[in-house]
């Protein structure tokens, strides 16, 4: 179940309010992406999700109709009385608890129950799309399973893989944490109002192993600074950092370019400044 375009439209009517610019806000109505979204979250009673944007609460909905327990953050607190009329219902019961903050300033031990492990759910603007979800994979470890809706070339920036022209900075951060790929593609039309930029589904599934502390903020620094110019070799954009014996000792060539240097490569670059 998902709201229709002609139902959205009702709702907005009926509070008297429009989509906001400055939040990007685009409402998803479209019930079979909806059941897709819901599909390739993997998630039922006894589960636990957050969805970051609810807005009219469309994918709210068929999230809630699984049965799993949901957290919903939306920053707008003009959707807060409309959302409430799509899915008071699930809030009343307990199983669905809304939460008015801005998903980048939230204090997330507010949400965040200590020994649970939580799904994230989403459909992000493109503006926050990328360091939301880098900010939150590196600081809290219990969002384990994501499916997100994000701007394509967003999207495909954080899954490119080394030697591809999108590969760059939030490629290599997100393969720190997760693997991630794409599932599907978003058309414009299934949004109101229509945005003028396509979307797409990513899957980002939270690595299993253990980190080295103070890995990954090396690893950052590194990765800032050769993408910063890449098109240097690694051993021009480097020369102030380590050396080229130091680069050779762990088995990378100087001369490559960072596009060139998978996740492992950039873990072993980071021992050296360790």
């Not at 039922?44 to 999230?63: F, Q, R």
């Not at 589904?201 to 903020?217: A, N, Q």
């Not at 130091?246 to 873990?267: H, K, N, Y």
Request: proline residues 6%; aromatic residues 6%; contains cysteine.
């Amino acid at each position: 179940m998902a709201l229709t375009r002609a139902e959205i439209r009702q709702l907005l009517d009926d509070f008297e309010m429009g989509p906001s610019r400055a939040l990007g806000q685009n409402f998803l109505c479209d019930a079979g992406m909806v059941d897709k979204i819901v599909r390739l979250a993997r998630v039922g009673p006894g589960d636990h999700v957050i969805e970051i944007g609810p807005g009219l609460g469309s994918l709210t909905l068929g999230l809630c109709q699984t049965g799993v327990a949901v957290v919903a953050v939306e920053i707008d607190r003009y959707l807060l009385a409309p959302l409430r009329q799509t899915v008071g219902a699930y809030e009343r019961s307990g199983q669905l608890t809304i939460i008015n903050d801005d998903a980048m300033t939230l204090d997330w031990s507010r949400v965040i129950e200590p020994g649970i492990e939580y799904s994230v759910v989403a459909n992000l603007p493109y503006n926050i799309a990328t360091p939301l979800i880098l900010d939150l994979l590196a600081d809290q470890p219990a969002l384990k399973r994501w499916v997100v809706m994000v701007q394509r070339e967003a999207g495909e920036r954080l899954v490119a893989q080394p030697g591809s022209k999108t590969y760059g900075i939030p490629s290599v951060l997100l393969a720190y944490w997760a693997e991630a790929r794409l599932v599907g593609s978003v058309p414009a039309g299934l949004f109101f109002p229509r945005p003028k930029v396509e979307s797409v589904l990513v899957m980002i599934e939270r690595r299993g192993d253990s980190r080295v502390p103070g890995e990954f903020d090396r690893l950052a620094r590194l990765v800032r600074t050769t993408f910063g110019q890449r098109r240097k070799m690694l051993r021009r954009s480097l020369s102030g950092v380590m050396t080229v014996q130091a680069m050779e000792a762990v088995g990378i060539d100087p001369t490559a370019r960072p596009e060139q240097l998978s996740i492992d490569d950039w873990i072993r670059l980071a021992t050296v400044t360790a």
